[in-house]
């Protein structure tokens, strides 16, 4: 902390419908209301900080606003009956960073039922290098897991792979025994992806469009897809027999151009992969699975370490496709 009361966060303004970002000092005073003030010890960077911090999207309508999509550390003072000062709590969801201050500070006070105990024998460093993505990625492998995943049945297909969610994914689904297929158009991520456990590459070119046809060639018994768009049209008529695709991102836009046919004729199911409004008892259920079932020397291998000042260059890398695996930001760094 810099002193009683005072604390760096990184602020964003609006003047005219143009965002600016700025490292700032603030006062406890300036927090939004919350029953829980946590001092924050990591957060990450995830593609939406990225947008926030740019000012795409609006996925922001109220400034000055602190972004930042999750983050861990330690319960400085609490008026839950649930947590207590010294508790060490992750938050990811429930529109923190876009609607609700988040984690791009020394200090953010929240509700008390949107957070969760850190796991037994996971750090706060970690645990934001799964962050919103891994906690999505696992939530979707879950879902896919409830429809009949199936490591004999072929392979899963991972789009966005060298992202945040893709690369967690490809780590669980490989540590699990799945074999993975991981969709980039960046060759330099190939050695990157195979160390994550991914038993083949699909360049981003060849699920980019779709054929126009409403069935193909059945290629994979699923896939957990980050991408959204003309790549989600790409794929669903692609997926075998009664497989699954798990949507988690709309980074490709939100239009979505099929037929009925996956669904009819295949038995294909969407399945959408909500981590922000998620319910306590399923958020606690990942969380436990990450910590089993994610490979942390992958995790590890994953990580690139950044400052709050880093991130006023970062939001707009991360948006060019130039950020790969994880990062976590060392918010007292």
Known sequence: MRGTGVFKAILLQENEGKVSAELAELEDSQLPEGDVTVAVDYSTLNYKDGMVLNGVGRLVRNYPHVPGVDFAGRVEDSSHPDYKAGDAVVLTGW?????????????????GDWLVPLPEGLSGKRAMAIGTAGFT??????????HGLDPAKGEVLVTGAAGGVGSVAIAILSKLGYPVAASTGRAETHDYLKGLGATSLI????????????LDRERWQACIDSVGGSTLSCVLP?????????????AGGSKL?????????????????DSVMCPLERRK??????????????????????????LL????????????????VDIKG
């Open 95 to 111: 529109r923190v960073g876009e609607m609700h201050w988040g984690g791009y500070a020394e200090k953010a006070r929240v509700k």
């Open 137 to 146: 990625a696992m939530l979707a492998v879950m879902a896919l897991e409830e």
């Open 203 to 214: 360049d981003r070119a060849e699920i980019a469009e779709p054929s126009g046809r409403p």
């Open 238 to 250: 692609q997926i075998a027999y009664g497989g699954s695709v798990a949507a988690v991102g709309l």
């Open 257 to 273: 151009d099929t037929t009925v046919l996956p669904f009819l004729l295949r038995g294909v199911h969407l399945l959408g992969i």
């Open 285 to 310: 259920a990942a969380w436990a699975r990450l910590v089993k079932d994610l490979p942390m020397d992958r995790l590890d291998g994953m990580i690139n370490e950044a400052k709050l000042a880093d």
């Open 313 to 328: 260059t970062l939001g707009s890398d991360i948006l060019k496709g130039q950020v790969r695996g994880r990062v976590v």
